[in-house]
């Protein structure tokens, strides 16, 4: 049975940190471009972050604009394990985050930020920033 499931979501304060992790069964998340998705009340699922599969070469992950310098993406092949680790949270941030495998382990600039390019989902989880 194919799954993905997200932990280590919760609440923080502006400035704090906070690392998601999804992890994979039923398949090897080696072979799958890997997301971080998020959304917001109200707002549309969104593209955060992306990383080809470990056997393509890239110029790396792809970040939204506004994660730069303070999200990264990585992965733990031995774990089967997607990470999300996040610094410096702000209220922007307060979302429901996602994790998804693609099956075209890579794409036209390695990895795609679009949901509709995601075969797999996680659950979801929800991170909030407030003080």
């Known amino acids: 049975q194919v799954q993905l499931v997200e932990s280590g979501g919760g609440l923080v304060q502006p400035g704090g940190s906070l690392r998601l992790s999804c992890a994979a069964s039923?398949?090897?998340?080696?072979?799958?471009?890997v997301g971080w998705f998020r959304q917001a009340l109200g707002t549309e699922r969104e593209g955060v972050s992306c990383i080809a599969s470990s056997h393509h070469r890239t110029d790396g992950p792809w970040y939204q604009d506004s994660v730069k310098g303070r999200f990264t993406i990585s992965r733990d092949g031995a774990k089967n394990t997607i990470h999300l680790q996040m610094n410096d949270l702000n209220f922007e941030d307060t979302a429901v985050y996602y994790c998804a495998a693609d099956r075209e382990g890579f794409r036209v600039g390695g990895c795609s930020a679009a949901v509709s390019d995601y075969d797999y989902w996680g659950q979801g989880i929800q991170v909030t920033v407030s003080s």
């Open positions: 039923g398949f090897n998340l080696e072979y799958y471009a």
